[in-house]
């Protein structure tokens, strides 16, 4: 497993922008798989979007045009750019990570490292 740091989230206005960032600290092996989750409190864990190391990337639906995933394999970070904020959109983000999935895996199935979380508020 890494330790995950995020950073970037906060309070922004609906159809603006945030940038969320995530750096890990370890083993390079177990950052193949980076991703963003987003959760309210009573409610389920959503992947908001994923990227391997190859650059493959996973967008949800709710967010796809919206948000794009990036990802800095030499500095084993992974970054969420979100634009048109919706007020929907206020939530904990947390990033995630992961080594290299078995074959017939993919990546969400292979998440093991969390952060802690960061909260983003976006006001109508």
């Known amino acids: 497993q890494v330790d995950l740091m995020e950073s970037g989230g906060g309070s922004a206005q609906a159809g603006g922008s945030l940038r969320l960032s995530c750096v890990a600290s370890?083993?390079?092996?177990?950052?193949?798989?980076m991703a963003w989750f987003r959760q309210v409190p009573g409610k389920e864990r959503e992947a908001v979007a994923l990227v391997d190391s190859r650059g493959n990337t996973t967008i949800a639906d709710s967010v796809k045009g919206r948000f794009t995933i990036s990802k800095n394999n030499a500095e084993k970070s992974v970054y969420l750019e979100m634009n048109n904020l919706k007020p929907e959109d206020s939530d904990m983000y947390y990033c995630a990570a992961g080594p290299p999935p078995y074959l017939g895996r993919q990546c969400v199935d292979e998440l093991a490292s969390w952060g802690k979380g960061i909260l983003v508020t976006i006001s109508s």
């Open positions: 370890g083993y390079t092996y177990n950052t193949w798989c």
